[in-house]
């Protein structure tokens, strides 16, 4: 009768902690059972933030002790701000998809999930449209204190994680030169243009075929992975997805002026051919043609300045290296938007208000005797010049195209099968391109 007891007891407890294993597992990538209102046990407690992030290691909302200074320094105002308030800050990693499922799921039925999410500029698109964000003035909270994502009719959504120092923020698309080729075949620069207001698309293609002389070419060539080019261009043209009743609107006249400008650079001799296409003996991506000294300009997201490997641009050009904002095909247009991999906290709908109010002022403020721009401007930047025109560009950029760019990259390949050879014009490619959108929505919608 003892041992039995003793093994009842142990196959209790093999029990129990098989149970919290499988909790542990579920919490990461399964299903729960209430709707969506999984995780903390802390979820309704007044005296509690919770977040909920996709982030891990030195760039989640609560990093690990040790990853970094900068976390070291996120955790300690974590810790300064709790001890002032009384409340308790609670973070669960999850899985973008355990947050796209419970997420989504407690929304619909009415339940909170948690009071903050940290994911990625790309599905807080997808959320404030839908509705379940507040945008921080609903929340109680000043936007233009906090640094924020903003939409196109300029409510601010989401907290920029960089109002923190967690991490350096990302905006596409950034025009990055090498100021040396330029200044050897005395070109006027981008940054001499655009200090004297003439930093325009007429002035860059002039600029490009004036740094093409046969051993220098002005741009590479994208490919299936470097695709920043054409996103770029078409943004410089106005470019929207979307028209208010949600119908596809790639088959705009700005469209067509994007790609009409773009096959322009592409048949002008001005482009260097990757091995990919015309060229089998030319660089494999248009980083390394870039960073090796065969063209003069890369188009590409700004997280390409914050890598610090040896292999990376900043390393390979040092000083030589300069951004500018991609130029304006029309008036009141830019490149600039946040990319996918930009990191933003966003406010629940059922969030609790007066606890958002009270706790994420004093963590996105920026701790006495620091200047968060300042240490990311001596950290990254070689031109202070260039981290002045970065933040100009970061503050005007919003995330409205960021999801179909990211979830129809079909458009993208068709695009090479068809213009980049030749095969048609823009104007027939952009009559084939809306049935090819169409089709791809329907997929999206079927899964």
Known sequence: MKYSRIFALILSVLLTVSLLGCEKIDLSGGKDNDGGHAGSSDASDPNTLTVKTTVSGAEAFRPEGGASPKADRILAQIERVEQSTGCTVDVELVSEETLSDRFLRACRTG????????????????YYDEGYFLSL???????SATGSLKKSDGTAYALRADGWNNPPPTVSYLLFYNEKLLTDRLCETPLELYEAKAWNWVNFEKLCSQVTDGEVFALAHPNETETDLIWATLHAAGLTYFSDDGSCTMDSEQGLTGFTKLQSLLNSGVTYRLGSY???TAD???????TNGHTAFLVGNSSLLFETDDASVTSCLGQNLRIIGFPSIQRNTTGATYSSDDIFCGITAKANTALCKKILPLLFEAPEGTDPNQELTEDYFYHEKDAEIYFDLLASADTDTSLPMEENRSIVEEYFLQIAKGQLSAKEYLSNLQSLFNANNEIQKGN
Not at 137 to 143: E, F, K, R
């Open 111 to 126: 339940k909170k999930y948690a009071d903050v999410i940290q994911t990625d500029a790309m599905f807080l698109s997808r």
């Open 284 to 290: 494999p991506t248009a980083k390394l043609a870039f």
């Open 278 to 280: 015309e060229n089998p």
């Open 137 to 143: 003035d609903a929340a109680g909270l000043d936007a």
